[in-house]
């Protein structure tokens, strides 16, 4: 069994849906490929897959692909990409939709059993049948829940062949509807199918019909042989009229988890501060040309997003988004969360385990001046400060480095103690410790050069600033991300009418173009990492991540800080 995460399936919730029913663990997770993943979706996948590896079980990717108008390719390898990535193997990768033909013939039997009726009314009908707006009236059944069997069933064959245009006809459940004491909207004799006169990805024209998630979704659950069906709780009305299905078809027994799928129902993970619906996250992608508003983000994996895609983009370890939905729990309350307790997260794992490099964002040159112009000495330095004798890089060390525009005061002042004028201060990893003599300025005012000598022996400095020799340095392009809204509350704004726009954070994107790195270290890193992705810490900086998309594109090496060093209290 594996240890990590396994807190949050050896006790609370996890463990008392696994005592209710400890059989071999059979689980699935059931996306609509209908868009991409976010960070929610990533609790779905690590209770599914992970409950089932806890017990020695199997855990199914099952695209529920029931909706032929929204679905694409692109969303299906996407998924898949996803669960890999945070380290979970399907036992199968299934599709709803390959049990079209079984869940036809279900269908049929269940209208045979007298459990289903071909309708023909309107919404608006079905609406009143249902106790009208407010669900409050009287409840009843309209004549077409009476009609014969034999009627029912020509009648779905008809809308089978085509026969009927969209909302013409339902197939629907023979459920509770007329018993005025079933207060259960789900049981309110729902649509089994419906009439879409679409192509569906894979199974192409054969279907004029397609099953609802109602009926299908336990069906297939039962196919499959899945022990435990964990969804999220707006799904809690719906166990009833999953078990009446189950029961009416034989798959389950009437007031028993003996036989047949249980479904049990966990809170959802909310990040506040995101936004995660996918509508929303499109008029972020694709701005709106209604309103004049153009795209705020590069794409569905823009890091600045919390999709899966832009969480990896990022550069987040996929074990640290599995920490952190494995410490905050499984219970079946929402979990509403702050998007800064995600960072602690994040930050803490890559604390233990990011190598160290050095970055500097706006660099300025220093001369050392009384070092000889070809002075040059290399220093072995390990990756990682409490691992002294572990992975080491070399740095080469020669006359000219670059230090920090933050690290440098042109007029010194009594609480600042790192670089000014006549003041000395340390340089990370050198043994010796550099004294201002001088700078000068570019006609817009910018400090444009420093020169320092070398300070040998000595009081021990108040600071140690980071740098990178100048001779030895890798370009890059650094990316800070912030917040991409002012407001945090981004949900609450205006999204009918575009109103959303004057939110947007003019900084959520902080680019850094002139920015260096050691080049030695980085190239170390990249044999060290095997094509995968390149994550350090940058000294004093920030936790980057190697973009080698943009990397490519750009032909530099391009930057994303995953999260900053330290959590910002300002705000
Ligand atoms: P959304 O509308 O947010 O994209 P969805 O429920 O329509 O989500 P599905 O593709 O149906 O998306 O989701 C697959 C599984 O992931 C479902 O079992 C669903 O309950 C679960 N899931 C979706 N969002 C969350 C969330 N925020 N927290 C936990 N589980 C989630
Ligand atoms: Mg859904
Ligand atoms: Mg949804």
Redesign the pocket.
């Known amino acids: 069994k594996p240890a990590q995460h396994a807190n949050m399936f050896a006790e609370g919730w996890l463990k008392k849906v696994y005592e209710e029913k400890p059989v071999p663990v059979r689980t699935r997770f059931p996306?609509?490929p209908n868009g991409f993943l976010h960070i929610g979706h990533a609790k779905a996948i690590t209770v599914n897959f992970g409950f089932a590896e806890y017990h020695g079980g199997v855990c199914f990717l099952r695209f529920?692909d029931t909706n032929p108008e929204k679905e694409d390719e692109i969303f299906f390898t996407s998924i898949i990409d996803m669960v890999k990535w945070l380290g979970f193997k399907p036992y199968q990768i299934t599709y709803s939709s390959d049990n079209f033909d079984r869940l036809y013939e279900l269908a049929e039997e269940l209208i045979k059993r007298d459990k289903a009726y071909v309708c023909h009314c309107s919404q608006e009908e079905t609406n009143n049948q249902r106790g009208g707006p407010d669900n409050r009236g009287k409840r009843y059944g309209c004549a077409h829940r009476d009609r014969p069997i034999e009627e029912s069933l020509s009648e779905f064959r008809a809308m089978r062949d085509g026969k009927y245009e969209p909302r013409e006809a339902f197939l629907r459940m023979k459920q509770k509807l007329t018993d005025p004491s079933e207060g259960n909207p789900q049981m309110w004799d729902l649509p089994a199918y419906r009439v879409v006169k679409k192509s569906h990805p894979r199974t192409g024209d054969k279907w004029r019909i397609y099953p609802t998630?109602d009926f299908t979704h336990c069906l297939c659950d039962a196919f499959e042989e899945i022990s435990h069906s964990l969804c999220t709780t707006e799904f809690y009305l719906s166990r009833t009229s999953y078990d009446w299905l189950c029961e009416a078809l034989d798959f389950k027994i009437p007031g028993s988890e003996s036989k047949g799928p249980m479904q049990r129902e966990y809170g959802r993970l909310n990040v506040a501060g995101t936004i995660l619906s996918k509508r929303r996250i499109q008029m972020l992608v694709e701005g709106s040309l209604k309103h004049n508003i153009l795209p705020a983000v590069r794409g569905w994996d823009d890091p600045r997003l919390y999709t899966l895609v832009g969480i990896r983009r990022r550069g987040v370890p996929p074990e640290a988004l599995k920490t952190f939905i494995s410490e905050l729990g499984v219970t079946d309350a929402l979990t509403n969360i702050e998007v800064t307790r995600f960072e602690q997260t994040v930050r803490r794992h890559l604390e233990q385990t990011a190598p160290r490099l050095s970055l500097i964002l706006d660099p300025i040159p220093v001369t050392i001046e009384d070092l000889p112009e070809d002075y040059s000495t290399e220093l072995r330095i390990p990756f990682h400060p409490k691992k002294p004798d572990g992975d080491a890089r070399t740095v080469t060390l020669s006359r000219k480095i670059y230090i920090d525009r933050s690290d440098f005061l042109e007029k010194d002042d009594p609480n600042f103690f790192r670089l000014a004028p006549n003041k000395t201060v340390g340089l990370l990893n050198v043994p010796f410790l550099i004294r201002c003599t001088g700078f000068t300025k570019s006609d817009s005012g910018d400090v444009e050069s420093i020169q320092a000598v070398k300070v040998e022996g000595g009081e021990k400095p108040k600071a140690y600033i980071h740098w990178v020799d100048a001779t030895s340095c890798t370009p890059a392009t650094a990316r800070i991300y912030n917040a991409l809204f002012l407001s945090d509350e981004p949900n609450t704004l205006d999204w009918k009418e575009g109103g959303w726009v004057k939110s947007l954070n003019p900084n959520s994107e902080v680019v850094y173009e002139n920015a260096v790195v050691e080049k030695a270290g980085l190239e170390e890193l990249r044999k060290m990492e095997k094509g995968e992705m390149i994550r350090f810490q940058g000294l004093r900086t920030g936790y980057f991540c190697v973009d080698e998309k943009d990397s490519e594109a750009k032909g530099k090496v391009m930057l994303n800080q995953i999260v900053s060093l330290k959590e910002d209290t300002s705000k």
């Open positions: 996306p609509e529920d998630y």
